[in-house]
């Protein structure tokens, strides 16, 4: 079956310095994978739409310039969190639709855990 | 503003009972819908999903029910089982594009007791 692996799992990081995770898509091209970030006891909040080959699209209220995403391949998409900051702990998952699958049917990766001192 | 909500946080369920988890939405546009299953740090794993042309899809154990005009949907899951006990999200889309976006729910964490 489709599997999204997302690397790292769980990054510490101090204030300022940036993080960057990586969502790939093992044995199926992606040219859409989303980013999505949960809080504690909250739900998976979409962040971003990333396009392979293009500018990736924003949700209402994500910082582009500080989430960077780059999706240069078919099976690769990155989320740098850039000058991060305490409040930029988070879960964050990324997701793809597996081909074939029907509509809509996201496979996400196990997510990476960040925390930042 | 929470276009999908689960209003119940929690749920705790004999084994062997049924569970009912329910998810409100409030967009007209939403036509097709999934739930999804998550354990601790772990993501979500695809349960069951159905479109807005149907008011019920079954899947072994797994049935989910759409109520359009109320906007409401709803897992059952019978009998329920102990590795049943997790998360689970409702999602909603305004299509089936491949590029259309999924809006989750809070999600309910069902625990089934053995």
């Known amino acids: 079956g489709a599997v999204v692996s997302q690397h790292p799992s769980w990054v510490i990081c101090k204030s300022g310095t940036s993080v960057k995770i990586e969502c790939r898509s093992l044995d199926f091209q992606a040219t859409t994978m989303f980013w999505y970030r949960q809080f504690p006891k909250q739900s998976l909040m979409l962040m971003a739409t990333s396009n392979e080959g293009s500018k990736a699209t924003y949700e209402q209220g994500v910082e582009k310039d500080k989430f960077l995403i780059n999706h240069a391949s078919l099976t690769l998409s990155t989320l740098t969190v850039t000058s991060a900051h305490p409040e930029d702990s988070s879960f964050y998952i990324c997701?793809?639709?597996?081909?074939?699958?029907?509509?809509?049917?996201?496979?996400f990766g196990a997510g990476s855990r960040l925390t930042v001192l | 503003d929470q276009q999908v909500k689960q209003n119940s946080p929690s749920l705790s369920v004999q084994e062997g009972r049924i569970s009912i988890l329910n998810c409100d939405y409030t967009?007209?546009?939403?036509?097709?819908f999934l739930w999804y299953k998550k354990y601790p740090a772990e993501g979500p794993t695809f349960l069951i999903s159905i479109s807005s042309i149907k008011d019920k899809n079954e899947d072994g154990r797994f049935t989910v029910f759409l109520n359009k005009s109320a906007k409401h949907l709803s897992l059952h899951i019978v009998p329920s089982q102990p590795g049943d006990s997790a998360v689970y999200f409702c999602a909603a889309s305004p299509g089936r594009g491949a590029t259309n976006k999924l809006i989750f729910g809070t999600g309910t964490l069902l625990a089934v007791q053995p």
């Open positions: 997701s793809a639709r597996r081909p074939r699958s029907g509509a809509n049917v996201l496979t």
């Open positions: 967009n007209s546009m939403f036509d097709y």
